[in-house]
């Protein structure tokens, strides 16, 4: 159990255009995302926390306009970066947790390699 | 701040050749220490949590252990299978109100056949 489902897995575009990814729970019922950025030979930066039917909650220095967060339902989350640019070219990993408190595992999503030309 | 430090940034060892990954962690109050395994262009896969120190868990070759400053993850006999980024992560009491994880920046395992 406990399979999240990132989409899509490989993204290649314009500079101006703005992505959408989608994280999905496939069997269970995630609480609380996760939206993390990982450049190469890196740490997991954690760019926010989203909770179901909640505004997300942004880290330090993370633009919340430039990275739309979109929380609906219990399975499902988007992240949208608006109007791309070169420099947010980088591997975007989601999570999902059961819990919105307390100490259970995050599950992560394969990520999407978002190449901005 | 809380931190966490992985090492050695990268491993290498002969199949059968058993070793030790370590995870030095700084943090206001631990909630839980995670262990995940990150294949290249994946996302991590969960392997443990660790809730306090003198616990230790085991999944096949791998154990893993905790105490008030860091975490072992142990690899015994490890085969070629075992190559991967291990990665440590700690959650921390914020307040209490969140779960968010505190990630270092791995240790690379490759074993060699």
């Known amino acids: 159990g406990a399979v999240v489902s990132q989409h899509p897995s490989r993204v290649i575009c314009k500079s101006g255009t703005s992505v959408k990814i989608e994280c999905r729970s496939l069997d269970f019922q995630a609480t609380t995302m996760f939206w993390y950025r990982q450049f190469p030979k890196q740490s997991l930066m954690l760019m926010a926390t989203s909770n179901e039917g909640s505004k997300a909650t942004y880290e330090q220095g993370v633009e919340k306009d430039k990275f739309l967060i979109n929380h609906a339902s219990l399975t499902l989350s988007t992240l949208t970066v608006t109007s791309a640019h070169p420099e947010d070219s980088s591997f975007y990993i989601c999570s999902a947790s059961r819990s919105r408190r307390g100490n259970q595992p995050q599950h992560f999503g394969d990520g999407t390699r978002l190449s901005i030309l | ?113």
């Open chain 2, 1 to 113: 701040e809380d931190q966490v430090t992985q090492s050695p940034e990268a491993l290498r060892l002969q199949e059968g050749e058993s070793s030790s990954l370590n995870c030095s962690y700084t943090v206001s109050g631990l909630r839980g220490l995670f262990w995940y395994r990150q294949d290249p262009g994946k996302g991590p896969e969960f392997l443990f949590t660790l809730y306090s120190a003198g616990e230790e868990k085991e999944k096949e070759r791998l154990k893993a252990t905790l105490t008030k400053k860091e975490s072992f993850l142990h690899i015994t006999a490890p085969k070629p299978e075992d190559s991967a980024t291990y990665l440590c992560a700690v959650q921390a009491l914020y307040g209490g109100a969140t779960n968010k994880l505190i990630f270092g920046t791995g240790t690379l395992l490759a074993v060699q056949p």
